[in-house]
């Protein structure tokens, strides 16, 4: 089993950046897709974006150009860069390890002015 842990999210105004990071636990890190996910008040969890062992990437229609994924197998952490941030981007981020099924706690993004 992998355990996440999601760090960096915060306050914003529209137009910033944040970075959001993932820690993993367990050896099996460097092998797993991983993917990041957003829930919104009152809305269900939506993907966003996912990466990968080799590196390879997948965006959400809502986030591409603005949005991206990356990690770091020798730290098991897996980063969202996220850049011209919008109010509607404003929703609890997940990360997701798709070979266990783990999910994150959570990091709320708020993007107000």
């Known amino acids: 089993q992998v355990q996440l842990v999601e760090s960096g999210g915060g306050l914003v105004q529209p137009g910033g950046s944040l970075r959001l990071s993932c820690a993993a636990s367990g050896s099996s890190f460097s092998i797993n897709t991983m993917g990041w996910y957003r829930q919104a008040p009152g809305k269900g969890r939506d993907f966003i974006a996912s990466?990968?062992?080799?590196?390879?990437?997948n965006y959400a229609d809502s986030v591409k150009g603005r949005f991206t994924i990356s990690r770091d197998n020798a730290k098991l952490t897996v980063y969202l860069q996220m850049s011209s941030l919008k109010p509607e981007d404003t929703a609890v981020y997940y990360c997701?390890?798709?070979?266990?099924?783990?999910w994150g706690q959570g990091t709320q993004v708020t993007v107000s002015s």
């Open positions: 990466i990968t062992r080799s590196g390879s990437t």
């Open positions: 997701h390890s798709y070979a266990h099924g783990s």
